[in-house]
């Protein structure tokens, strides 16, 4: 049975991290702790987990699922969402996940497309999509699109016809995409209930003007508060003061990636400002250089202070 179609998923929500020890280990301590910053310091009640910025694609299977089962856990009667991503470049792998996701009681999944072996046309990335979510038929099921990252720049509104027949726990899409024009025709062309939450969050209240009904983003982790800012001012119209926030986080973004911006140099940020122990990111990322890290906390203090 198809999941219940009524409820959109709207707001924010973190792509967290995952916890190391210094020594490069799943660090399960952290989980707790890190949930409870997420609602009370940033106001986020909704968790993407083992995604890109948690470095899913450098985690065992093994790993992805302690770390899954986990979330899901203390995240219970605490957080509205939990989404376990379990795209992998093994479809048995990807099927695992899914699986397992739904036994520990996810809210639901999101793929991304392999890149390894790209599927080459919407029929073929619907297909790998159709037998992955036919591993959880009960859990709301998303598309991850993420290009920059996967080399996969099938345009998200051809996967998304017909996908519903195919995939009837198919919700929605998480565009990690700066293409607006695919991001509005899928908006403009989809059914009530499904959700698309943007990604790309340096340019989130475009997204909104578009028709977003949510955002997912590494940098809701320390700057949710911000942006659950932009959101209230953007929904009562006030356009200016959610174009000030957004420029604000523009600007400290492109200082940010002038120094070489990836999830290393993230996960020390969001270490620094949080006072979470995260860890180090796991190589092929390299850590952030101590200073680097510093210069762009004291962006964040400078870019914010009247907010
Ligand atoms: C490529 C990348 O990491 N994109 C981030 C963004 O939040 C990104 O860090 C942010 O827009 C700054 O560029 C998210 O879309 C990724 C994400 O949601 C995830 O971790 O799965």
Known sequence: MAPSAEKKLTG??????TPFTPQGEVNLAEIGPYIDYLIEKQGVHGIFVNGTTGESMSLTVAERKILAEDWCQKARGKLDQVIVHVGCMSLKDAKELAGHAAQIGADAIAVMA??????????????????????????????????AVTGVNVPVRDVLEGVEELIPSFRGVKF?????MDFGQCVSDSPPHWSFLYGMDEQ?????????????GSTYNYAG?????LISAFKEGHVVQARKIQFKMQELLSYAMKLGFDVGVNKQLMNELSGLSLGPPRLPVTPCPFAHA??????????????
Request: aromatic content about 16%; overall charge positive.
């Open 176 to 180: 990690s995409g700066i293409d607006l």
């Open 225 to 229: 508060c911000h942006f659950n800012k």
């Open 114 to 147: 392999p890149f390894f072996f790209k599927p080459r046309t919407a029929d073929a990335l619907r297909s790998f999509l159709q037998e992955v979510a036919s591993a959880a038929p009960n859990l709301p099921f998303y598309y991850y699109h993420i290009p």
């Open 12 to 17: 924010l929500v973190a792509a967290t991290f």
């Open 204 to 216: 989130l209240l475009a997204a909104l003007a578009m028709g977003a009904d949510g955002a997912v």
């Open 294 to 307: 510093l210069l762009i906390v004291k962006k964040y203090h400078h870019v914010f202070t009247d907010s």
